[in-house]
């Protein structure tokens, strides 16, 4: 089946420790998205890929980036966690930015130590 | 900047008891998404509203997009337990590049 797979499901890591999280599609859609949602929180935008296009929101920490090396898969990367950070982390993909729906994988838990 | 407001927080519900969460948006919107995250899951698509006035149904669930474009509501008859998790509206601004505003979410609870 056609889908988002986030690896690892649960990571953890030391405060100040990088870490990669990563997402792959299979549905070979333009758009990858990362979210990071606290706990009883709406999911909050971090950043977008429209196919090579990286689209940065304004509110995104600096601690945060992201790669996309080709269609499939995108990475987030969080260069020093800091405790702030705990959260899931989910990816998600679209067709197109607009009027398409939004799919999204299992999400990472990220836990700090 | 755009938002979107989504009440109530949390709704509790006796099995077969009646469900609505509101969203409303401070500008008019495109479209509007519905979303559903069981917990411990992820958000699962549920439909999108893009006409003013529009109704659309699944089932025991009523979507309604307002008027003005600016607020929506979801409707679930006659709750059952397979109905527990928390309803995201997502309104996509007419302005922007097509970036989805989520709302708090709504957390339905319902009670055997």
């Known amino acids: 089946d056609a889908m988002v797979i986030q690896n690892p499901r649960y990571q953890v890591t030391q405060f100040g420790k990088p870490v990669t999280l990563s997402c792959s599609q299979t549905l070979n859609h333009n758009v990858m998205y990362w979210y990071q949602q606290k706990s009883s929180q709406a999911p909050k935008l971090l950043f977008h890929?429209?196919?090579?296009?990286?689209?940065n929101e304004a509110d995104t920490p600096d601690n945060f980036q992201s790669r996309r090396p080709n269609t499939s898969f995108c990475f987030l990367d969080i260069r020093s966690p800091g405790l702030g950070d705990a959260a899931m982390y989910l990816c998600?993909?679209?067709?197109?930015?607009?009027?398409?729906?939004?799919?999204f994988g299992d999400g990472t838990r990220l836990s700090i130590l | 900047g755009q938002q979107v407001m989504q009440i109530p927080q949390y709704q509790h519900v006796q099995e077969g008891e009646d469900f609505t969460t509101y969203c409303n948006s401070s500008t008019t919107l495109s479209n509007i998404q519905w979303y559903k995250q069981r917990p411990g899951g992820h958000p699962v698509f549920l439909i999108q509203l893009v006409k003013s006035g529009e109704v659309k149904k699944q089932k025991r669930l009523t979507f309604q997009f307002g008027e003005a474009k600016k607020n929506s509501s979801l409707h679930i008859t006659a709750t059952q337990t397979t109905d527990v998790g928390t309803y995201f509206c997502?309104?996509?601004?007419?302005?922007?590049?097509?970036?989805?505003?989520f709302g708090q979410g709504t957390t339905l609870q319902v009670k055997p």
């Open positions: 997502a309104g996509r601004g007419s302005s922007n590049t097509g970036k989805l505003i």
């Open positions: 998600a993909t679209s067709r197109e930015s607009s009027n398409q729906p939004q799919h």
């Open positions: 890929y429209y196919d090579k296009d990286f689209n």
